[in-house]
């Protein structure tokens, strides 16, 4: 976290880490292969005491898809340990289906689902994905897929829907970046009347250096 301190900004106040593991791609024959980095081959409980030792250490805020989408009963498990500590985000698990949105509300699989317009197919289909996270007392990202125009009405329906979170990748090439110019668009129509409460705000721990 050196660089973040160098750069004048508090971990878990100015900045937080959101993660993207995208577990099913790396998920073979019941584990997760993490040969490439040398750590061999973990079942999903093992997985999941690795995330919560990442976040004993830095300030993540949010996980998503930290497991394979098949997975169901290791996300449950992974819910239980890291649920009150972090944002536990399905993606592949849900793909933005009020169904499955539904079953993971039931098994206590996550708290927050990431939510892709153009995956569902109709505007109608992802306010009730939406209605659903609501429903249930959990978060909800609007998120761009891969594909991605310049057309910034994603980052209207965000505000719209109020859950304070979009994904929409780094601050380049122009189909992202024209998301953030117009959200700063939308601050500015907004005025003295546009309102964020930090969705992801947390309890502010002391990072151990090494």
Known sequence: MAAIEAAGLRP????????????????????YDLAKSGAGR???AEMTDLYGRWV???????IEDGLAE??????RHHMAALGERVQVVGDDLYVTNVALIERGV??????????KLNQIGTVSETIAAIEACRRAGWGYVI????????????????????????????????????????????????????????PLRRPVTTLSEG
């Open 12 to 31: 878990g106040i100015d900045v937080a880490i959101a993660l993207d593991p995208a577990a099913s791609s790396f998920y073979v024959d019941g584990a």
């Open 42 to 44: 973990m079942s999903s």
């Open 56 to 62: 004993d250490r830095y300030p993540i805020v949010s």
């Open 70 to 75: 098949d997975d169901w009963g290791g996300f």
């Open 106 to 115: 039931r098994e206590r699989a996550t708290n927050a689902v990431l939510i």
């Open 143 to 198: 998120s761009h897929r891969s594909g991605e125009t310049e057309d910034t009405f994603m980052a209207d329906f965000a505000v719209a829907m109020g859950g304070g979170q979009i994904k929409t990748g780094s601050a380049c090439r122009s189909e992202r970046v024209a998301k953030y110019n117009r959200l700063l668009e939308i601050e500015a129509e907004l005025g003295s009347t546009a309102v964020f409460s930090n």
